[in-house]
């Protein structure tokens, strides 16, 4: 039986890695008693599959992973059994039953939502007004958004336009904060701090990222109607 758990992470858990979580996970599982399934083989392990890494620092309300078990509680007393296993900073939210056919949420990631939230030192010389105006310009106006980006094998260009899907500016307390959702992936993937920073050198700042507290809001895989469906909408709930 194919299951998919919803998790936060907040608090000083942001700053563990994503290996560190996956063993943190593989624990908590036993201690709250879930009947998972193991893999064949000389060295079985737990059958288990994150979605997207979250990068260290970064928080979230919407992280997923999928798992196999053999037999399962309600999601009721599943949520409760695994939150009884956490420590602050972790949260269950949601264990919900996907079809036997369903791909992992791995391999069907598509997009993710995130709020860049502008820390003390983080505040530029533009008015909201303005600041909203050049994100207009810099965002809807162009054609293309071209940039140079590292990879494991040198260095390439690329249109960062089509990997933006919505990207917004407003306020709290004087400091900017930026929403994006941007395409995440395994063939095409963006990080948020990337898109901020092009738009940081279109209006001739430098992006300090150490400024900015980054949060994801939701994971979420394509429709076949072109658009978003949030990956903990894929399933149903065990009664």
């Not at 936060?8 to 879930?34: E, N, P, S, T």
């Not at 069907?108 to 010389?125: H, I, M, P, R, W």
């Not at 306020?171 to 941007?182: A, H, N």
């Amino acid at each position: 039986m194919k299951i998919r758990i919803k998790f936060k992470k907040y608090g000083v858990m942001k700053f563990i890695g994503h290996l560190d979580m996956m063993r943190y996970f593989q624990k908590a599982v036993r201690r709250a008693g879930i009947d998972i399934a193991y893999s064949e083989g000389f060295s079985p392990h737990q059958v288990m599959s994150f979605a997207a890494p979250l990068g260290v620092g970064v928080t979230s309300d919407g992280e997923y992973l999928d798992i196999e078990v053999k037999t399962t509680k309600s999601s009721a007393e599943s949520i409760s059994a695994l939150n009884s296993a956490m420590v602050e900073g972790v949260e269950v939210v949601s264990y919900i039953k996907l079809e036997d056919h369903a791909k992992t949420a791995m391999s069907v990631v598509a997009a993710a939502d995130y709020y860049l939230y502008g820390k003390s030192g983080s505040e530029l010389t533009l008015t909201l007004s303005e600041l909203q105006a050049k994100l207009r310009e810099f965002y809807e106006e162009q054609a293309e958004i071209p940039i140079t980006k590292k990879t494991k094998k040198g260095e390439k260009t690329m249109d960062l336009k089509r990997l933006i899907y919505e990207f917004s500016v407003s306020e709290q307390d004087r400091l900017p904060v930026f929403f994006l959702k941007v395409c995440t992936g395994s063939t095409d993937n963006v990080k948020p701090q990337l898109v901020l920073e092009a738009f940081y050198k279109f209006l001739g700042f430098t992006f300090e990222e150490a400024l900015f507290q980054i949060h994801r809001l939701e994971v979420y895989a394509a429709d076949e109607n072109g658009g978003f469906r949030p990956l903990g909408e894929m399933g149903e709930e065990i009664e």
